[in-house]
């Protein structure tokens, strides 16, 4: 990209219209993360809250040495909430390994169930097998979200354990559990997996079945 065009991006991201500094922040797209990073940063305080959630979404499509920091300190440090949980799902695609504790830290400290539910979806992105314990607790969760952000984790992390923790969900009321649990089951090859993945391949709902019968195609067994 030339020089002119990220003069042009710089100066509609100081422009009053929140829609101008959107569609400059959408236009990083096609910049190199080097070029976008000193883009980004001058949005990441924005008073738009749209604006800083994307921004913070961009650091972590965008990575460069100064991506963890940030997102590190928004995660601890950011009193909203929604930009706590993207942080926590920025770092998830950073895929960086000190990104864990933190992560886990997030999941088990912080107040809001949308945090928690990002720091599960980035545990699993992460695909640290370390993640296994604060995952199956995440099940426990009252959120159905969170749940279903740690059963597709797991299946992320390959964690063959788990099996008989997620079959329980197997007849969840809510199908997109039940879709969840058809993916994680076609990373974990067990027989337990192929037995519930027939059974799912079988579900009422379309996407449920249709997403066992890749599971099962994915372990061979189609």
């Known amino acids: 990209m030339t020089q002119p065009d990220l003069e042009q991006i710089s100066v509609q991201l100081d422009s009053d219209n929140v829609r101008d500094r959107m569609v400059a ?35 972590g499509i965008k990575p460069t040495e100064e991506s963890y920091p940030i997102l590190l300190d928004l995660l601890i440090n950011e009193p909203d909430y929604g930009i706590r949980a ?18 886990v830290r997030a999941f088990y400290e912080d107040t809001d169930w949308l945090v928690r539910f990002s720091a599960a979806v980035a545990l699993g992105n992460l695909k640290d097998p370390r993640a296994y314990d604060v995952l199956i607790q995440a099940l426990n969760s ?5 749940q279903q952000a740690a059963i597709a984790a ?32 076609g990373n974990l090859p067990t027989p337990k997996s192929i ?7 079988k579900d009422s709902h379309s996407q449920v079945a249709e997403a066992a019968q890749l599971a099962l195609k994915q372990l061979g067994e189609l």
Do not use: C, T
């Open 25 to 59: 922040l959408a236009s990083l797209r096609n910049v190199s993360a080097a070029e976008a990073m000193p883009l980004i940063k001058k949005v990441l305080n924005d008073e738009s809250l749209q604006i800083r959630s994307m921004a913070v979404f961009a650091l």
């Open 195 to 201: 037995s519930a993945l027939k059974y799912l391949a």
């Open 154 to 185: 797991l299946g992320e992390i390959k964690a063959i354990a788990a099996v008989d923790h997620i079959l329980r969900f197997a007849q969840s009321e809510d199908w997109l559990i039940r879709q969840r649990l058809a993916e994680a089951l």
């Open 142 to 146: 009252p959120e159905v979200v969170v």
């Open 86 to 103: 993207d942080a926590a799902g920025a770092l998830g695609y950073l895929e960086d390994p000190r990104a864990f504790e933190p992560l």
